[in-house]
């Protein structure tokens, strides 16, 4: 029997994730275009850009070459759909600065405690 867990729906998305992406022969790039350009097409919320900015950044995209992806599907998903993103994903790239300088901070101030300690 499976034990239960604190985050269940986290856990089932992570799966499905991980499954798609060992199935998928796409390279990088490929599959982070595919799944932003569906997630614009799906008018997806902001927090399910989440789980594709930092991929996005590992894969070394621009804000450029995202503006060009929502160039490039504009006429097939729609203006109204195409600004919605645009925003979701402003909105979720600075989710993600935050925590990255949040992380920062916290490392910052571990090394500067472990130093007084020291």
Not at 30 to 37: D, E, S, V, W
Not at 42 to 53: G, K, R, T, V
Not at 76 to 99: E, K, N, P, Q, Y
């Amino acid at each position: 029997m499976a034990t239960a867990s604190e985050t269940p729906v986290l856990d089932t998305i992570a799966a499905m994730t991980i499954d798609s992406v060992e199935h998928c022969h796409m390279d990088e790039r490929t599959l982070i275009q595919a799944r932003i350009a569906a997630l614009v097409a799906m008018d997806a919320p902001a927090i399910s850009y989440l789980a594709h900015i930092n991929p996005a950044i590992k894969a070394d995209f621009t804000v450029e070459q995202l503006q060009d992806l929502l160039v490039a599907i504009a006429p097939v998903v729609g203006t109204a759909r195409v600004m919605s993103a645009a925003g979701h994903i402003a909105r979720a790239f600075g989710v993600t600065l935050a925590l990255a300088d949040s992380e920062a901070e916290a490392i910052a101030q571990a090394e500067a405690d472990s130093r007084s300690t020291s």
